[in-house]
RNA sequence: UGGGGUGUCGCCAAGUGGUAAGGCACCGGCUUUUGGUGCCGGCAUUCGGGGGUUCGAAUCCCUCCACCCCAG
């Protein structure tokens, strides 16, 4: 016997498995669930064609097997502004920003969640992998899919009202869980890179926006101009690829001037800029309370693993001493902090 | 046509008698909800052309061709 929840849930469904299944999931739970698809790009690209209208209507074949009700939000005009123009402007600016981050801080978990709930939702949920206790958030269980660190720029409050049923399971196991319940979704590919982008890769993209601009490419150590590129704004730390440098060994970018369109690069791969053993992180997120200076274990990237590091602060800043030196860690990436396999927050590399 | 130099995969580039490194680019695949990285596989039966020496040459000799620099 299933308990009646009368809790209204609304899940963004994506059309991907782990949205599917976190809906069927709330649905055994009880929740009175509502589907929703959230329309934020829609734009085929050079050689790419945009996804949406299968990615929806994947999202509804679902709902309609799970017999709930089903919506489409649309939020390409606040996604353009809120991501895409963010993104844009911080390349500009000569950083490499994460805006798959700020698509979960502006769209997922307050766009889609203010409008969830002035639709007559009390909660939402989404198919990541985290969990939720006592207002915390938690990695997922399965730490090799874990999307904490998309999310650490939720707020306290949007956490409180935010559900993920798949935190609990591994990848593996939430497939097959799918394909038990009949989802058509089952066994579809993931989604990767960055959903607007897909395919076309973040250099296209971006060209798309920003007009070339020939500069140089310069040996760090000799000082010699090696070659010419289209842009600094292309090239982020740690770039190997899209130089067309000859050689013996390939060329990393080790740092770029912005003003000057110059692009640095070096054979030397232990070359003092590509690797950070102090980090300081700026417009920071705590999800609960500012944790005390001490030892903790940061992320530095997706997936990457976690690594111990002492924190302090500095007026607005958090400073970290890494134990180990991390390589290519960008101005504009975040990186987040955990106590075990609570959250804490993050902040964005300065 | 006096002197010097160089010609190795689309590009850069090792290799100076022992049976063609590596990088870039490109193609395919893996990893991945950011950038980037990394990994696997493919990619010159051939070293500007032609002769010769040698068991064996991209590597030595001869010759031709092309390009570059200096001198004009």
Redesign the pocket.
């Given at each position: 016997m299933v308990v009646k929840n009368k809790t209204k849930v609304y899940v963004g469904m994506?059309g991907?498995v782990d949205s599917s299944l976190a809906a069927s999931l709330l649905v055994e739970q009880g929740y009175d669930v509502t589907g929703v698809y959230m329309k934020n790009w829609t734009k085929d690209l050079p050689g790419a064609k945009c996804p949406w209208a299968d990615d929806l209507a994947d999202a509804k074949r679902v709902a309609v097997k799970l017999g709930i009700n089903f919506k489409v939000f649309d939020f390409e005009n606040e996604y353009k502004h809120k991501v895409v123009d963010y993104?844009i402007g911080e390349y500009i600016k000569g950083n490499?920003?994460?805006?798959?981050?700020m698509?979960?801080q502006e769209v997922?978990f307050k766009l889609f969640l203010e409008t969830a709930l002035a639709d007559g939702a009390d909660m939402i949920a989404?198919g990541?992998?985290a969990r939720t206790k006592d207002s915390k958030l938690l990695m997922a269980v399965d730490t090799?899919?874990d999307?904490t660190?998309?999310?650490y720029r939720i707020t306290d409050d949007a956490l409180s009202k935010t559900l993920f049923p798949i935190g609990e399971f591994t990848k593996p196991t939430v497939r097959k869980m799918a394909a038990e319940r009949g989802l058509s979704t089952a066994a579809k590919k993931?989604?990767?890179?960055?959903?607007f982008?897909g395919q076309v890769?973040?250099?296209d993209f971006l060209g798309l926006y920003v007009d070339q601009k020939p500069g140089d490419i310069i040996d760090k150590k000799s000082g010699k101009v090696l070659g010419h590129h289209d842009g600094a704004i292309f090239f982020?730390?740690?770039?190997?690829?899209?130089?067309?440098?000859?050689?013996?060994?390939?060329?990393?970018?080790v740092g770029k001037d912005m003003d000057k369109n110059e692009v640095y690069v070096t054979t030397d791969l232990n070359d003092e800029t590509l690797w950070r053993k102090t980090i300081v992180l700026s417009d920071v997120n705590w999800i609960n309370e500012v944790p005390p200076i001490g030892v903790y274990k940061i992320r530095?990237?997706?997936?990457?693993p976690l690594i111990e590091s002492t924190l302090s602060f500095s007026d607005e800043n958090v400073i970290f001493e890494l134990e180990n030196p991390q390589?290519?860690?960008?101005t504009g990436?975040?990186v987040v902090i955990y106590d075990g396999e609570i959250c804490l927050g993050g902040g964005i590399v300065f």
């Open positions: 994506s991907g993104m490499t920003p994460n805006p798959d981050i698509c979960n997922k989404t990541h992998y090799n899919k999307q660190y998309f999310l993931d989604s990767q890179g960055i959903c982008v890769g973040i250099r982020t730390l740690g770039q190997r690829h899209g130089m067309e440098l000859g050689g013996s060994l390939p060329y990393y970018v530095v990237r997706h997936r990457a390589r290519a860690v960008a990436q975040s």
